[in-house]
């Protein structure tokens, strides 16, 4: 008995012990009564021996599944960690040379790995769900009412995920659960436990996570205590072994710990799994924006209708708040209401934008710029053109119109009025004017903008043309400029805002030495070297100014012309002494080279400088007029060559439509049918691509009609060829109208399809179906 | 006000890191838009019988200083107007790139 108690006995061991108490009886009594009653009892010990014994069993080959399970569990993270590893020393070079090859399926084998370890931890999940059972008797299990009632008491989800005290906990107890609302999406357990694997290795970030039921909190927290030093006491990290004997102690059997925390890993890309959820979460956000969109246009529509008309001064005043914000208080809740919701659609939308962008290993100005793009220039740009719907046709002619007016307008000069609005550089005022007359190339807006954009000039003053006087020193100024002016083509802008007054500076020190010159020659070299830089610059409306005093009556007029009034000193130099040295003058006579461009006709050039009179008489100048960039730029020739996949345009053929609706090539096309017709006949140059170019291009399904919303497409097959792009230009422009009628109604019957039907995929055989059946 | 005019988005969109043909992409689309905008803009506010004189004097791309003083004269505080747009589009430029930081 002391032994007994002394030593602890099994419940089979205590059975065995009754059963071999009860043999003894039979055998130490004589009554038969005795005997059959101890018989009875022997047997029900050996039924309940039995049963103690299957019990036994079968938890201990639960026991060595849950061990299996365990084992392989530690085996499959070891293994994509090897995997992760294999692919740091490849992408490193370290040890192997780079192999994008091998890479990719090592990815692969990581992705295998992953789906493997999933099924495993949802086989630890179910274990853990297994009712628990202390003794293994089912008697002994409470089941009074009051015991009931807390076990059918769960604990919340909430709850649950707070009592959780490793990430490895965690993720078993994700994988056990259906799934959680975010608050916008809906994860399941699986997808969750995926995400906190991935964050808890570094991959993604915590952001990923929702914050739904605390869950977030909770990987924090799990995150944080993991990276402090291990406690010894820590037993719950430890794999537990069935020759511990700790079985029955173990409540929360823990999967086996990672091996020791490798150093963080460089982010990873995102599997196309991944990039696939990413891009969903980002759609369902963008279907939100779109909704808040069109409400917010409905009803500031509305309020535009009844509104009554005030004048522009009035409602300036209340927004400089020289007023009561009368016009504010008039504004029905409505609207704000429904303005609030588009603003707050437009930052979640580009917040998750951003995000999406960055996993996908953007760079912050990339990020930016799309952000810009999508957000800011897509939606301003929608919310305009729906504006613009229920206009008279009028009206539409009218815009129109302003709109190929700017276009034709010289592309230099629009990108350096551009720059300066958006630099703030022309926010000074005694700048050039109102900001207004820039917008509208107003010439003296133009002057000072040229001057902006060709910052650098500031360096280069009227001294250094003249008082250097080594050829070498004035060529090397004047090569340096044309240099310069070189990189300025049609895609290579180098902007900086920089002194605005650096070119007025330099023209009234010119003007002024002119002026100021007495001899004949003096002034003739002078003028050349304006036309020289001013050629060289390769602006006309540029330097509007040059060509003003070259071309004003008082000069024009003749040699001797009388000084202007008020005109400053020319600074630093002596003007009425300058020497020219024959070398100088010799470099003077260079005319600039600018074979690339074509010449401009003379009534376009500052060649009317020709007519102004005779002080280019003397001027030996060549014969060809000399050459400058057009003042009217090539609309075929378009500023980029790539189209990006938008929400907005998510198809390549309503790309192709919106890059060549920006770059003001289809709106020189007066019906839409034509339009339709261009945009089909650049889709058609790549709609017959091999997948494999198609890959080339970007296009990385292989599959002209599938393109990823995000991705960009090279279309320089046609947009970095300005001739073949014009072809087809022309080739639209020439429909006749009988092609013009057909190509309109098909294009109504698939818009009412699409629009009826907005999930279905409008493939060329879909299409080519309702043209048909429409009898067209 | 005359501070969101100043400051600057080029900056603030870190263009000057992309490529040339990125940053002229970016500003001539910036470009056009604004231009649309304020055009969009003025023609509402021109009685009709203006429109056809707008049209005309755009139908030549050389007349830029008839068609700024055209609307100037047309539509009243047509600078202030003008600078008001750009100002509000830079605006929620800012509070866009500022929310992605």
Redesign the interface.
Known sequence: MKENMEKEVSPIESKREEIKRYVEDIESSTDPEVQEDFYQKMKKAEEELKVLENKELSEKQEQEQEQEIKDKIWVKRGEIKQYEDQIREYESGDKFKSSPKVIDELHEKINKAEDELRALEKDWSRILQKPEDEGGDEETTPTKPEDTESIEKEPSLAERIKEMKTIEHLITLLNSIEGIQGEKVYFTGEDLAQLVQKVADGVLHLNYITRSEGLRDKVKELLEEREKPEDGENDEEKPTKPEDGNGDEEKTPTPPPLPVAPPPLPPMPPSPEETEKLRENLNALYGELEDARAKFIREHQEYLKNRKKESLISRLKAKLGMQKAEEEEELPESLNEARAEYDRSKLDYAAELAHVLKQEGRTQSEVNVQVYDEVILNEYGLRKQAEAESWTPKEKGALRRGLDWYMRQNRFTRVAISTGLLTGAVATTGGFGAVAGGLFFASNYVRGMAAVTLGHLSGLGFDKVFKDKTKEKLTDTIQSERDYVAGITENNIDIRPSDIDSLHQFEEQLKNAYDKAESDKRKRLMAKSAVMLAATLGSSAGLKSLEGFLASGEIASGIGAETPQDTPEVSGSDAENIDINPEIDEALNVVPETPETPVVPVDQTIDTLDESGGMYADVPVAEEPVAMPEVIADPFALSSTDVVITPSANNLWSAIQSKLQTEGVLSQLSTSGQQTELVDNVYNVFEKMTPEQLKSIGITSGDVQRVMTGSTIDLSEVFGKPELLKSMFEGSSELSQQAITNIEAQGKVISTFASANPDTMLTPDLIKKLVTEAGL | M?DI???????????E??S?????????????????????ES???LP?EH??E??TL??D?QN??K??SF??EK??????????I?ID?KK??F???D??K
């Not at chain 2, 005019?5 to 263009?15: V, Y």
């Not at chain 2, 040339?20 to 969009?40: D, P, Y």
């Not at chain 2, 539509?75 to 008001?84: A, R, W």
Request: proline letters at 1%; zero cysteines.
């Open positions: 005359n005019m100043q400051k600057d988005l080029i900056e603030a969109l870190g263009l890191e992309l040339r043909e990125k940053q002229v992409e970016v500003i001539e689309k910036t470009g056009a838009l604004l231009f649309k905008l304020i055009l969009q023609i509402q506010r009709e429109l056809d707008l049209e755009m139908s791309p830029t200083d068609v700024y609307l100037k539509i009243e505080n047509f600078d202030s107007l003008v600078e008001e750009i589009f929620e430029s509070e866009v790139l929310s992605i």
